[in-house]
T-cell receptor, first 116, second 114 residues
Framework: DAGVIQSPRHEVTEMGQEVTLRCKPI?????LFWYRQTMMRGLELLIY????????DSGMPEDRFSAKMPNASFSTLKIQPSEPRDSAVYFC??????????????FGSGTQLSVL | AQSVAQPEDQVNVAEGNPLTVKCTYS??????LFWYVQYPNRGLQFLLK??????LVKGSYGFEAEFNKSQTSFHLKKPSALVSDSALYFC????????????FGKGTSLLVTP
């Protein structure tokens, strides 16, 4: 298995532009998580999907952030418009919810976002 | 609410010496506890987890962790550190009854010197 695949690996954009981050979870996994990592705040959960349905989006910082999971093999995290304070590493992680609470998460390599 | 605290931003240890990375947790119910490691420019990798049973959990790369319910701690340990163990280590918790996602600590940077 190729693991959780995120794209792009690096994104540099200008303030005000739309940014779309992409994630392909591990095949067979039905739970997907988006995390953001910064030096100041560490790892923060943004949103969690189960069976393609958003379960908890309380971590999404503002209305500028939105996430979708149109099918079991693809999710996007969109920021529109982007701001410099959105600069961070964004991680996607997946697992299977059959024993969710005891299951480990598998992380992608992350997208390093820089908003100038 | 569920949370973990990693009281040390950085831990320095000489190669060959034992290492400990500390973690304490706070959950309303019984916890599931995890340790992850992050190498530079990489995603997090699972090391070990405590679900139930033996309080001493063994994981990848010779790491182990001890669940201590009375002290609400889950410290990561290794008997003999390697330079290649230098990385960022994260403790995480999930509440058995109500949690879905993992809540991570802020991370501890481990530096093992030759």
């Amino acid at each position: 298995d190729a693991g959780v695949i995120q794209s792009p690996r690096h994104e540099v954009t200008e303030m005000g532009q739309e940014v779309t981050l992409r994630c392909k979870p591990i095949s067979g996994h039905n739970s997907l998580f988006w995390y953001r990592q910064t030096m100041m705040r560490g790892l923060e959960l943004l949103i969690y999907f189960n069976n393609n349905v958003p379960i908890d989006d309380s971590g999404m910082p503002e209305d500028r952030f939105s996430a979708k999971m149109p099918n079991a093999s693809f999710s996007t995290l969109k920021i529109q418009p982007s701001e410099p304070r959105d600069s961070a590493v964004y991680f996607c992680a997946s697992t299977h919810s059959r024993a969710l609470r005891g299951e480990k998460l598998f992380f992608g390599s992350g997208t390093q976002l820089s908003v100038l | 609410a569920q949370s973990v605290a990693q009281p040390e931003d950085q831990v320095n240890v000489a190669e060959g010496n034992p290492l400990t990375v500390k973690c304490t947790y706070s959950v309303s119910g019984n916890p599931y506890l995890f340790w992850y490691v992050q190498y530079p420019n990489r995603g997090l990798q699972f090391l070990l987890k405590y679900i139930t049973g033996d309080n001493l959990v063994k994981g990848s790369y010779g790491f182990e962790a001890e669940f201590n319910k009375s002290q609400t701690s889950f410290h990561l340990k290794k008997p003999s550190a390697l330079v290649s163990d230098s990385a960022l280590y994260f403790c995480a918790v999930r509440d058995r009854e109500s949690g879905y996602a993992l809540n991570f600590g802020k991370g501890t940077s481990l530096l093992v010197t030759p």
